[in-house]
């Protein structure tokens, strides 16, 4: 089966979100395509092998680099999408080619994307929710939780740089937000929560190894059974995204 061709977005707005955080607004008309209810789902922004959006630089043959993220938000009707990059990473290794360029996109500039590509739905059929994130992953559970029965009760543990980057989720009365900064341990916060009575839904994203040390809390401490576990790690700490993508291949290939 041939894939879709690109499709190229402008950018609407740009929105320093928090000291960490930038926001982009992206329009194309081809975003009248994605389903309605692709807030949350994940987008691949696509670039030449400079780190920039012109594909046309492109040799023959050759391929773009990919990054992931999630669409926070989607409007049909405006036939636009909102994206969140975490702007405090610096080096290379990290910060890599999307959020070098969300940083310093500026209304008018145009990049290409491929997706939408889904994640897996958080499992509703549960006395109780559990969801964790670091920055990283801050707008996927925006999404999610709104998703979220009314009812709902539990936690969304986030982790965020610093206390200025903690912004407004809306989410179910009864899911208590706690906020963390990088210096704490997302894990080990997690550990320390009281386990609530009843089956317990988790969704969890966030850096590799955290993501490792909670995956076997929740199956191998708690008992949570695998179709009420959604977990991923969204990056690893000094590692490219390809190399991230040959290590969660790898660990998923070994759990």
Not at 57 to 81: C, V
Not at 97 to 118: E, K, L, S
Request: hydrophobic share 40%; glycine share 8%.
């Amino acid at each position: 089966m041939k894939k879709p061709a690109p499709l190229q977005l402008t950018v609407l707005d740009s929105i320093q979100v928090t000291p960490n955080m930038q926001r982009l607004v992206l329009k194309g008309d081809g975003l009248v395509n994605f389903p309605e209810d692709c807030s949350g789902s994940y987008i691949k922004f696509l670039f030449n092998q400079a780190g920039g959006p012109d594909l046309s630089l492109l040799g023959s043959g050759q391929r773009p680099s990919m990054r992931t993220y999630t669409i926070r938000g989607f409007s049909k009707a405006n036939r636009s999408i909102e994206v969140d990059f975490v702007r405090h990473l610096s080096n290379d290794l990290t910060n890599g080619f999307a959020a070098r360029w969300a940083i310093n996109a500026q209304v008018g500039d145009t990049i290409n994307i491929a997706g939408p590509g889904n994640i897996k739905a958080i499992n509703t059929h549960a006395d109780w929710f559990l969801m964790v994130a670091d920055m990283t992953a801050l707008p996927a559970l925006s999404a999610k939780i709104r998703q979220l029965p009314g009812t709902a009760k539990g936690y969304a543990v986030i982790q965020v740089t610093e206390k200025s980057d903690i912004q407004p989720i809306e989410g179910p009365q009864n899911m208590q937000l706690i906020w963390l900064t990088q210096q704490e341990s997302l894990a080990a916060k997690v550990k320390s929560l009281d386990w609530l009575d009843g089956t317990a839904s988790i969704w969890t994203a966030c850096e590799f190894d955290a993501m490792r040390e909670l995956r076997s809390y929740f199956q191998d401490d708690k008992q949570v059974d695998r179709e009420h576990i959604y977990i991923s790690s969204y990056w690893k700490n000094g590692v490219t995204e390809d190399g991230h993508k040959a290590i969660k291949q790898q660990d998923a290939q070994q759990s």
